[in-house]
């Protein structure tokens, strides 16, 4: 069983900074890309930022140049570095990986639950 469980979300006010992180953990063989994803209320979930196992990044436009996604393959860990945060990156964000189970399998893909973030005006 592999669970994602992330961490850091929280209320915070309009400028200020959080750090997400989010640990894999059960039978794991390795893990291919990670990302954060996010939603609002009303609104479809969307991709914020997305990172390969050699550290290729890909970002929202909302992203680029405030957030900054990295990753520890060590200790199965991705995180999002979120600065000059605004009203409207308050959402929940969601931890996303493509996990392989064992030397033969494919590549499936695993959620978190969630954590809310809060961006006070």
């Known amino acids: 069983q592999v669970q994602l469980v992330e961490s850091g979300g929280g209320l915070v006010q309009a400028g200020g900074s959080l750090r997400l992180s989010c640990v894999a953990s059960?039978?794991?063989?390795?893990?291919?890309?990670m990302g954060w994803y996010r939603q609002a209320p009303g609104k479809e979930r969307e991709l914020v930022a997305s990172?390969?196992?050699?550290?290729?990044?890909n970002y929202a436009d909302s992203a680029k140049g405030r957030f900054t996604i990295s990753r520890d393959n060590y200790k199965n860990t991705v995180y999002l570095q979120m600065t000059s945060l605004k009203p409207e990156d308050t959402a929940v964000y969601y931890c996303?990986?493509?996990?392989?189970?064992?030397?033969?399998?494919?590549?499936?893909?695993?959620w978190g639950q969630g954590t809310q973030v809060t961006v006070s005006s």
């Open positions: 996303n990986a493509r996990i392989r189970l064992n030397s033969g399998s494919g590549l499936y893909e695993y």
């Open positions: 990172i390969t196992p050699a550290s290729t990044t």
């Open positions: 059960g039978s794991i063989f390795s893990i291919g890309p």
